[in-house]
């Protein structure tokens, strides 16, 4: 899924497109690397905690699944 996914990263999102925007219509391509090295790296950590989350998500099914073949018989 998109990081957008995720609400509050979505807000932040359009704020930093906001910046960034700012930042290039005045020219200021320091600043304009800066929000969007920012902007990269809040993505990548949300990225990365949707990746983890789906990680144990996965874990969670597969351990009950194996539970329930145990119990019930598969």
């Given at each position: 899924p998109t990081t957008l996914a995720n609400m509050e990263r979505a807000g932040d999102s359009l704020i930093e497109h906001n910046h960034l925007i700012e930042c290039l219509k005045q020219r200021?391509?320091?600043?304009?690397?800066?929000?969007?090295?920012?902007?990269?790296?809040?993505a990548k950590r949300i990225r990365l905690r949707q990746i983890n989350q789906r990680l144990v998500d996965e874990r969670l099914i597969a351990r009950n699944h194996a539970r329930h073949l145990i119990n019930f018989g598969g």
């Open positions: 200021d391509s320091e600043g304009a690397r800066k929000v969007m090295g920012r902007h990269l790296s809040n």
